[in-house]
């Protein structure tokens, strides 16, 4: 099945502020915004680094928080997409009509992204995958366009340099960013963070469990003092320890 056309968008300047201000430093540099869905991340220095776009419709609070730190959504290079869920890369069609940014996502999912068929469905569970299946084709963001094609170990220089770690499991092409220079580690939906607990990913949008657990046993070995993930609020102390921690509980 193809996916829907997409609608014409303003151009950003036309657009309205939102009524409200979703934007949080967690550490100078990097800010949280909260977007439909999701939580995505304004990686900042000379230029912007988006990390993430939110379920559709998210364009504009992402532009509005470059407003609200005092840039100009002129100054977004980059747009990293963690993984081709529909909560992270929903938002990425309609904020590359108004800004001309290179887009990177790890190989194994830019085909998922470029392709003018649905993103793949996101529930493991088969019977949960059918009975969504028509609210996901009804809010597809239909294809975007992918510039750069993320492997493990890719370098970019944003704050002072910003890791592509590979963390398959959630999906085939789940990527983290570590920046070791600010010792800050973003996960995606590599780990949950609940009650004050850490977990593994929701098993409901797991594709592989025991692959997920390799990965977050791999981002224990990583120093880092505050972790980010992109549906609960960061942890900003001694983080590395934390997850040393979690990953010695899991499962052999
Ligand atoms: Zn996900």
């Given at each position: 099945m193809t996916k829907p056309a997409l609608n014409r968008r303003p151009a950003w300047q036309e657009l309205r502020p939102l009524p409200f201000r979703p934007c949080i430093e967690v550490v100078p540099g990097l800010y949280q915004v909260r977007t439909r869905a999701s939580r995505a991340y304004l990686v900042v220095d000379a230029g912007i680094t988006v990390i993430d776009t939110g379920a559709p419709g998210s364009g504009e609070r992402i532009l509005e928080a470059v407003r609200d730190i005092g840039?100009?959504?002129?100054?977004?290079r980059d747009i990293i997409i963690t993984h081709a869920h529909i909560d992270h890369v929903g938002g990425l069609p309609e904020l590359q009509r108004w800004v001309p940014a290179r887009t990177g996502i790890h190989l194994a999912e830019a085909r998922d992204v470029e392709?003018?068929?649905?993103?793949?469905?996101?529930?493991?569970h088969a019977l949960l995958a059918r009975i969504c299946e028509p609210y996901l084709l009804r809010v597809d963001p239909g294809p975007a366009r992918i510039d750069v094609y993320l492997r493990d170990g890719d370098e970019f220089p944003a704050l002072g340099g910003m890791r592509i770690i590979h963390v398959p499991g959630?999906?085939?092409g789940s990527i983290a960013l570590h920046f070791p220079e600010r010792g800050v580690l973003i996960v995606g939906d590599a780990m949950q963070y609940r009650f004050g607990r850490l977990m593994p990913p929701h098993r409901l949008f797991t594709r592989d469990m025991a692959q997920a657990t390799a990965s977050i046993r791999r981002l224990a070995e990583l120093d880092f003092d505050t972790l980010c993930f992109s549906h609960f609020r960061p942890i900003v102390r001694d983080a590395d320890l934390k997850v040393r921690e979690f990953a010695r509980s899991l499962p052999a």
């Open positions: 840039r100009s959504p002129e100054d977004i392709s003018d068929e649905p993103l793949p469905n996101p529930f493991a959630h999906t085939p």
